[in-house]
């Protein structure tokens, strides 16, 4: 059974840092590819970040170079996604995903965990 599970979210003051992760289990997690996606309030579910399977090659969204930084640990099965300088507008409901290749593309992703909350204040 496919399971990511989402956590580290939670409220942050704008300018300040979470770091989510991404526990992963019932597939071959050195073999995928794993990415963060979020859905912000009236707006459509985007990709945010993805690494590769080896995580030898991370890509963002524009809205998160320089701020955000994804990154995977192969022995404990997780992934993360480290975001700085956080902005009221980075609020919403963030994902995870996994597909065989690193892809910024939803409808893309194989398996998805269920999300988890981020909220930023000013």
């Known amino acids: 059974q496919v399971e990511l599970v989402e956590s580290g979210g939670g409220r942050v003051q704008a300018g300040g840092s979470l770091k989510l992760s991404c526990a992963a289990s019932?597939?071959?997690?050195?073999?995928?590819?794993m990415a963060w996606f979020r859905q912000t309030p009236g707006k459509k579910r985007e990709g945010v970040a993805c690494?590769?399977?080896?995580?030898?090659?991370?890509y963002y969204a524009d809205f998160a170079k320089g701020r955000f930084t994804i990154s995977r640990n192969q022995f404990e099965k997780e992934a993360y996604l480290q975001m700085e300088k956080l902005k009221v507008d980075d609020t919403g409901t963030y994902y995870c995903?996994?597909?065989?290749?690193?892809?910024?593309?939803?409808?893309?992703?194989?398996?998805w965990g269920q999300g988890i909350q981020v909220n930023v204040f000013s």
């Open positions: 995903a996994a597909r065989s290749w690193c892809s910024l593309e939803e409808a893309e992703m194989e398996f």
């Open positions: 019932g597939f071959p997690f050195t073999d995928y590819g």
């Open positions: 690494i590769t399977f080896t995580g030898n090659g991370q």
